[in-house]
């Protein structure tokens, strides 16, 4: 019988060694699996990842609608890339951009009753794939996972901010 090949205990290991779980890949993984399984589970519906987070972001959102900047930071995501989805999403009849009460620079973006009717059937489809996600971790110990999830994607929040922009 062949000895079992003996590893150094994980702490003894440089944070990024091949033979370590690290971080960046693991959160990567993870990210891509489940917005791939969402994207393939909403397909009929003509609605992406993205769009849904546009929808249940304006739906838990004011009830007169968000600014472009404030689904921005809501979705942490660049503006360009918002304001490309919203194009596609005012095109499809999702949403609608009103101009702003006060600010004659910004508009309201509102969800539209067909944006509403899709998030509605994405959103089930959403609580089945979380749940079957989440069966992975014992019950006992979901919510403290799920925390856990928060602090480290607000120390990457975090680490995003304070780091230099490079110019030029």
Known sequence: MAAA??????SALAIDAPERRRLPPLLRRAWYGL??????????????????????????GDPLGLTQRELTQHMTSDPNTVASLLQRMAEAGLVERKAHEKDKRAHRITLLETGRAKYEAARA????????????????????????????????????????????
């Open 35 to 60: 917005n791939q399984a969402f994207r393939r589970r909403i397909a009929h519906l003509e609605i992406t990842p993205d769009q849904f987070t546009v929808l249940r972001t304006l739906l838990e």
């Open 5 to 10: 090949k003996k590893t150094p205990a994980s």
């Open 125 to 168: 489809l959403a609580i089945e794939l979380q749940s079957e996600i989440l069966a992975v971790v014992p019950a006992s110990r979901r919510e403290q996972f799920l925390e856990e999830l928060a602090l480290v994607a607000d120390a990457c929040k975090n680490a995003a901010e304070q780091s230099p922009r490079k110019t030029g």
